[in-house]
């Protein structure tokens, strides 16, 4: 293992390397593909949260426990792309590296092993960076540290690299932080979760813009913010996808409802399957937990519709609802999730669904179908956390787990915060 400097370089001996940036604080990571010019051929060319896969690159979620990552495989690049630009920003709007110095790592994407460490020494006022590239030199693949800071985010970079912004592209600033190798530009910052993890990617040149919504989003994400709201209608996601609800600049705090449905598979029997939330602190602590035996917790803040047997018919099988704005203050994360008690499978269960509803309007305000099935009889649908600027986020789990009850999804729901 080497400790890298600013500006040195190492030859990869594998195709597929991953990079994972860790620091005190959760990190927005992100990866570019970028041509001999130093930008990226279109916005699917941003790989990020929201758009978490592209042409040899991918972006893995460590959910606020474990470094986000990108993972490079250079022999699945296209022809054309020269580069792998690795980017960090802080999660909190607004923060900067200032004493939360974030060290990458590169490993071999297949067995794991470290090849080298990173650690951008002296900064400060920087709220994005360029941590490190992936490159290509003479017909050999290479990692060179960069460590490049910039003051005006995500979005500064985004833009640089050649990204598209639908809202108001933030601004280009100068690079605050001197470096050997690349010109950078700076990131999309976000409200910080009561759980704290960091991410790191590869490769730097120019930056591009803010990141712009997935294909399958019909939100983009504005600079800024790096999540993309409900200003522009409801948003559909996709696995490990987040929405801020925002609308209008304003955090939701009115009463939604998590409506959850499913069918038989392949006109198979009624299967009996049950919904349920459970709530935790800051700490991943358990507080309670609402389902078909217990319809009501936190002083009648959440609320549970009634346990459905079969499965049946259109529409919503079971319907949970959550009043924000009267959650007590120490309930800082929802787990949302559907347990089959009789012990059929989820391989056994079709058209699996939750979908967030604004319990004033009947507005559906977001979607998530789960498209896969394992052979398993419990899943975590959706997790609402607090930010603590005191909006909350959904992201879509779909994450499968051994168990017939909600007692048994208390602890792995903890560690999906």
């Not at 990552?69 to 709007?93: K, Q």
């Not at 950078?184 to 712009?212: D, I, K, N, R, Y």
């Not at 498209?371 to 997790?383: D, H, I, L, R, S």
């Amino acid at each position: 293992m080497t400790a890298m400097t600013p500006g040195s370089n190492l030859p990869l001996d594998t195709t597929r390397v991953t990079v994972d940036v860790a620091a005190p604080v959760r990190l927005d990571v992100s990866g570019l593909l970028l041509t001999a010019d130093g930008k990226v051929r279109s916005d699917a060319d941003f790989i990020f949260y929201n758009q978490p896969s592209g042409p040899g690159v991918s972006h893995r979620s460590g959910g606020g426990s474990a470094p986000d990552s990108i993972t490079v495989d250079t022999a699945a690049l296209p022809p054309g792309i020269e580069r792998i630009v690795v980017t960090a920003s802080p999660d909190a709007a607004g923060q900067t590296f200032q004493g939360i110095e974030p060290t990458a790592t590169v490993r071999g994407a297949d067995g794991g092993a470290v090849i080298a460490t990173f650690t951008p020494p002296q900064l400060g006022s920087e709220t994005a960076l360029v941590v490190v590239e992936v490159y290509q030199r003479g017909g050999v693949w290479k990692v060179r540290a960069v460590g490049q800071g910039y003051a005006n985010g995500l979005a500064g970079i985004a833009t640089d690299f050649g990204v598209s912004v639908e809202e108001e592209p933030a601004p280009a600033a100068a690079p605050v932080a001197p470096a050997p190798v690349t010109p950078a530009a700076p990131p999309v910052s976000h409200p910080v979760s009561p759980w704290l993890g960091g991410t790191t990617p590869t490769q730097a040149p120019p930056a591009p813009a803010a990141p712009p919504a997935p294909p399958t989003a019909p939100a983009t994400v504005p600079p800024g913010a790096g999540k993309i709201n409900l200003d522009k209608g409801r948003v559909n996601l996709q696995k490990n996808q987040t929405v801020s609800l925002v609308k209008g600049g304003r955090p939701l705090l009115s009463q939604v409802k998590m409506g959850l449905g499913w069918e038989p598979a392949f006109r198979g029997k009624d299967i009996d399957l049950d919904a349920s939330v459970i709530a935790y602190g800051p700490q991943r602590n358990h507080l309670d937990s609402c389902y078909f035996g217990k319809l009501s917790i936190l002083g009648g803040s959440v609320k549970h519709s009634g346990d459905n047997l079969t499965g049946d018919g259109a529409g919503d099988d079971e319907v949970i609802v959550v009043d924000l704005g009267r959650l007590p203050a120490d309930a800082t994360g929802l787990v949302f999730t559907v347990n089959s008690f009789s012990g059929q499978k989820f391989s056994e269960v079709a058209k699996a669904y939750c979908r967030l509803i604004d319990a004033a309007t009947g507005e559906e305000l977001v979607r998530f179908d789960l498209t896969g099935a394992e052979p398993q009889t419990g899943v975590m649908m959706a997790k609402l956390i607090k930010q603590f600027s005191g909006e909350w986020e959904m992201t879509a789990l779909g994450e499968f787990v051994k168990s017939r009850t909600v007692r048994g999804m208390v602890k792995p729901a903890a560690q999906a915060l």
